[in-house]
Every structure is written in structure tokens, then in C-alpha cells.
């Protein structure tokens, strides 16, 4: 089985996130790190693999500019064995559906008998990329899935929809969203962050990946930004700081008291 | 014309909730672009009775096709079909797990601009302009479609459900073929309801717990603080604690679980995802505790407290039931 795991790069969480205003796009300068939710997906990867299935490949794949590169090297140094980067400048700015295009034409070139991502991104909280390169590639999909299972070519899957718990079977190959709950990922060994500038990885091009460039970037994404408002003002709560507990509990307390609430 | 085609989910016999208010809203922008909201449901044998009550809603027609339920892509093809039959100019979805899975796959198929997380529409020119909150909803983007069609998914109770329209909706059967990704998905089980049954719906005070409560029993604390409270308390929980086993599914606020709206909602150790939120905002009063002083929920509560959940939820349960019993 060949697994390829779609990573992403994003501006690291402690870093305050801004929209730059000449352009509507996030401004993704600034400290990067690989999407949290994707480790959820690197992981799961690996605990098919290590589950008795036998995986000969896990390939991270990426698309971004030049400094996404991190992103595959800390994909890599979870347990990816190689990874590709799709990597041009005629892909920036493209929307979710021109990106997801993208990667699927990426995908296309290693054939892979299952994608998994993570559930979103933490910038741009997408969740539906997954459908976006399934429907590409032809292949049933699910996302949110907190269990999987492999067995006789396919994958019985469990997530949360909108009214329960529900079970879905889902034949190989095809494309999984992972919730976060499904696994707790590892951390990387020394040896193993050392060792992932030393694994394979493949530059392409939009023209290597035979992207139709009048499908990608910003001029051609069907969703255009036009501005940016701010939203309705809320008046800012009130905040303690917790020092003396038993003066915040009396002040809590109050509060409460004062609202009828108790 | 700038018809719109709304996706209507059902279970056992009933239109979701977030599915009516995309109805009515579909209704709203359709008489302002002088054209007409349709809306389209997928499933086995599909009762003309629940198709048409869309009407009252303000559908004018209700497009019904066969196919298994629960899952998204038969409902891209079902969509994609339509649209390309029909004259459609916007797809719209309610908020919720599905629509965005349908969203994305019709945004691909069609090669359609999609925008999702959408709070409100509104129409400028004869078009739909989409608003999103971006940034931990610190900013609200525009978004325009260039595309010939475009697809609007919103946020959980984004819109309200509204009886404006008269009579039943036009029904119409339509034939779809499935795509082949379609047919290799199968749903084995749907709608399990995992854990004990609890009531958090009718709860005037929901005190709710997170990640932050650091382990199962931590539910301890906000069930003694809930039971100090009185008869009118019950504990809520958030997805990540649902999905890791710590609390029963049906104390799920959220996306996927419920919305609520008590006189107090108490959130312990719970930061606050977009998620979350969609599913507690409309609260009266919102109290939040968490040791993590950049934690999103701050940004929407009414009194926040930084500290420890462990050190605080004890004494706050013993300094309400001794206000209460004085």
C-alpha cells in the first residue's frame, strides 16, 4: 500500500495571524511550523503501517512556497519516507478549490491507494479540501474520521456527523480527513529531526505536475476577495486573574448573585 | 435569472434545523435577485409530504432524488446534475458536517468559487457577496463569485428558519446516475448515540468542561459544581472530550453536537474553537475558566477567570451551594 499524507505549512499558532489589506490574503510571513491537525495524519499513516498492513511508502506532500520545505522535513522526521513538494509561483494565491486541483494533479503522479490530511487547517480553517482533491481524483472520501480500520481492501471508518456516531465502509483508494481525536501523535526521535534533510524529496514545478495554469492562482480562483469589515462589537468582559482563590470565588460569586443566577 | 438551489438535509422523517434556515434564507436573496429558491433532497424514498412542506419556508420548488443518505458525494451528483439542467446561479448549504463535505465536492466538479464559515449574504449589483470571519472571527472578509456558479456554505445557525412562504413547494422527481466515487462508499451505521442519555437542552445553567479538565474525572468537579447549582444545572462537554471517551455524546455542544442557549453557560478548561462557539454563543451569560490567559473564549465571555480549574471549581462549588442554602 502507498500512502501519501497532504501537510501544510501555517504561521505558528503563538504568532498573532493578519490579513494583509492590499491583497485579502493571509499574511503568511512571520514563524511557520507544519499544521498541527496533519500530525494527526502522519500519525495514522504510521499505525496502519505499524498495524500489520504492509505500507512501502508514506510520502508527505505539500503545496507552498520555499520555506514549506520545513513542513516536509518535520512530515519526514514523524515517519513519512520521502515527500514532494509542489512548488510555483503561479499557485499563489489560489482558493481552496483551485488548490485542491492542484494537489490532486501532484497526487495523480504517485498513485496512491490512500490520501490522508488532517481535519483543518490551523490558518485558514478549511475543512473541506479533502472533498475538493477526492472529487479530482475520482475517489470516495470522508472526513472527521476518529477511527479507521484496514481490512480486505477497504476501510471501515467511524466519525461524528450530524446526528451520531456513524460507520462508514470506504473501498481503497480514496481520500480520509482525520479528526484529531484519532490518534495522539508521537513526537520525533533526535535521530529521526537529524536525519529528514537526508530523505528524498522531489521539487515540481505547476508544469511537472501538468497543472492547467488557467485553473490555479489567484486570478483564476472563482472566489474573490473583496474587503475586509470588522466584526460586530461585543463589549469585552470583564477578567481576573486568579491570585487569591478564595477572593475570585467571592467575586464569581458575586456576579453571579447579581445576575439572579444563583 | 438567479435561481438558488438550497441542500436540504433529513433524517427519520424531519429537515435539519440549520437546513430550514438555509431554505429561508435562500428564499430572502432569491425574491431579491428576482429569481427563486429551490431547494433538493437525496435519500431512499423520500416522502412528497416532507419535500413540499419546504414550501412554507419559502421554496418554490423541491427537487427530490433517490440515493443512500448520510454521505456526500451521491449529493454532489444529485446537485451537479440539477444545476446543469437547470438555471442556478448560487448553491447553498446550512451549516454542518455534510454540507461542507458537499460544498467542496460541487465547488470541484462544477469548478465553482465556494466560501465557507459564511455568517451572513448579502446582494450588491444583482450578485451575492459572502461574509466570512476570518482570524478567530477578529475580522469579517467579503467575498465576491467570479465564477458562473457559486457555492455559499454557512456556519452552524448562521440562519434563522422562517415560515414566510405560502402553500406546499412543487415537487420534482429527478434521475441521477451515480459517479463512481459515489458507489464505493457505504454507510454500515448511522446516528449512534454513544453514552448515557442526558438532557442538556432543557438546562437553564450548563456547566461545561474541555481538554483543560486534564482527565475523565475531572468531569467530577463540574457535575458537583452543576449538582450545587440545583435542579436546573446540567454538564455540557465539548468535541475533543466526546471523541476521547470522557463524556457521553449527547453533552456534545457544537458543529456536530448541540446548541444551546441557558441563563449561564460555565465553560471549564475549554478554549473556545470556532466549532464550540457556533454551539454556545447565543448564551445569556457566559463564564469561562482557563489557565491559558490568550485562550480564544475569553475574546467572547462575559467574566473570564484565569487560573486553575482544580483550585477554583472545588471552592466555587462550596461558596454556591452555602449562598444557596443561606
Redesign the interface.
Known amino acids: 500500500m502507498k500512502i501519501c499524507v497532504l501537510v501544510k505549512e501555517v504561521p505558528d499558532a503563538a504568532v498573532e ?3 494583509d489589506p492590499s491583497t ?1 490574503r ?1 499574511d503568511r510571513g512571520g514563524e511557520k511550523n507544519l499544521n498541527p491537525y496533519d500530525t494527526h495524519a502522519i500519525e495514522a499513516a504510521m499505525q496502519i503501517r505499524e498495524g500489520g498492513t504492509d505500507v512501502e511508502d508514506i510520502v508527505a506532500v505539500t503545496m507552498g512556497p520555499e520555506s514549506a520545505v520545513r513542513a516536509l522535513h518535520k512530515a519526514v522526521s514523524l515517519g513519512a519516507d520521502r515527500s514532494v513538494h509542489l512548488c510555483d509561483a503561479s499557485l499563489a494565491g489560489s ?3 483551485a488548490t ?2 492542484a494537489l490532486a494533479k501532484a497526487l495523480e503522479r504517485e498513485q496512491p491507494d490512500l490520501v490522508l490530511l488532517g481535519q483543518q487547517s490551523d490558518d485558514g ?12 481524483l ?7 474520521v ?1 477511527k479507521m480500520d484496514v481490512a480486505d481492501g477497504a476501510l ?1 471508518c467511524e ?13 481503497l483508494p ?1 481520500v480520509i480527513s482525520v ?3 484519532i490518534n495522539e501523535p508521537r513526537y520525533p526521535s533526535l535521530k529521526a529531526i537529524m536525519g529528514a534533510k537526508k530523505k528524498p524529496l522531489e521539487t515540481l514545478g505547476a508544469a511537472d505536475a501538468q497543472i492547467d495554469a488557467s ?1 490555479v492562482g489567484g486570478d483564476n ?11 460586530p462589537q ?1 463589549p469585552p ?6 491570585e487569591d ?2 477572593e ?3 467575586k ?2 458575586t ?3 447579581e ?1 439572579k ?2 | 435569472m438567479a435561481n438558488i438551489l438550497v441542500f436540504a ?1 433529513h ?1 427519520e422523517g424531519a429537515i ?1 434545523k440549520n437546513s430550514l434556515g438555509a431554505v429561508s434564507e435562500g428564499a430572502r436573496l432569491a425574491a431579491e435577485l428576482g429569481g427563486e429558491a429551490h431547494a433538493i433532497l437525496v435519500g431512499e424514498n423520500v416522502p412528497d409530504e416532507l419535500a413540499g412542506s419546504l414550501g412554507a419556508y419559502g421554496a418554490s420548488k423541491a427537487l427530490v432524488a433517490n440515493g443512500p443518505e ?4 451521491p449529493v ?1 451528483d444529485a446537485m451537479a446534475h440539477a444545476i446543469e439542467q437547470g438555471d442556478y446561479s448560487y448553491a447553498l448549504f446550512g451549516g ?3 454540507g ?6 460541487l ?3 462544477l ?7 459564511v455568517t451572513g449574504v448579502r446582494v450588491a449589483d444583482g450578485k451575492l ?2 461574509e466570512r ?15 458562473d456558479l ?1 457555492i455559499i ?1 454557512s456556519r452552524l445557525n448562521a440562519f434563522e428558519a422562517k415560515q414566510t412562504g405560502a402553500g406546499a413547494a412543487a415537487v420534482e422527481h429527478i434521475d441521477v446516475t451515480l ?4 458507489t ?11 453514552g448515557a442519555d442526558v438532557d442538556i437542552e432543557g438546562a437553564q ?1 450548563l456547566v461545561a468542561g474541555g481538554r483543560g479538565l486534564g482527565k475523565p474525572e475531572g468531569f467530577e468537579l463540574c457535575e458537583e459544581l452543576a449538582h450545587a ?1 440545583g435542579d436546573t444545572a446540567a454538564v455540557a462537554a465539548t ?2 472530550v ?3 471517551g470522557w463524556y457521553p ?1 449527547a453533552a456534545q455542544i457544537g458543529q ?2 448541540k446548541t444551546v442557549a441557558p ?2 453557560y460555565l465553560a471549564a478548561g475549554i478554549s473556545g474553537a ?1 466549532q464550540h462557539k457556533v454551539g454556545m454563543q447565543s448564551s445569556e ?3 469561562a475558566i482557563n489557565k491559558d ?1 490568550n485562550a480564544p473564549i ?1 475574546e ?9 480549574l482544580n ?2 471549581l472545588p ?2 462549588t462550596e ?2 451551594k452555602a ?2 442554602s443561606a
Open positions: 495571524k493578519r490579513i485579502g493571509m482558493d481552496v478549490a485542491g486541483y480553517e478549511c475543512y473541506t479540501i479533502g472533498a475538493v482533491v477526492a472529487e479530482h475520482s475517489m470516495p472520501s470522508l472526513t472527521q476518529i471501515r466519525r461524528q456527523a450530524e446526528y451520531g456516531y456513524d460507520t462508514v465502509q470506504v473501498n480514496a479528526g484529531d481525536a485553473k480562483s472563482g472566489a474573490h476577495w473583496t474587503g475586509v469589515k470588522p466584526p461585543k468582559g470583564e477578567i481576573i486573574e486568579d482563590t478564595n475570585t470565588v467571592e464569581i460569586v456576579w453571579l448573585a445576575r443566577l444563583i | 438535509l433524517y435539519n448520510g454521505l456526500a458525494q454532489v454542518g458536517l455534510l461542507f463535505e458537499i460544498g467542496a465536492g465547488a470541484a466538479r469548478t465553482a468559487g465556494v466560501v465557507m464559515e457577496i459572502a470571519p476570518i482570524l478567530g472571527d477578529s475580522a469579517i472578509s467579503e467575498i465576491e463569485y467570479r465564477s457559486g456554505i459517479s463512481p466515487q459515489a464505493q462508499a457505504t454507510m454500515i451505521t448511522r446516528g449512534e448515540q454513544r445553567i447549582f468535541r475533543a466526546v471523541d476521547a455524546y456536530t453536537g441563563k449561564l470556532i451569560n457566559i463564564v490567559a475569553f467572547f465571555s462575559d467574566l473570564g477567570i484565569v487560573g486553575d483550585k477554583i471552592k466555587l461558596a454556591i449562598k444557596r
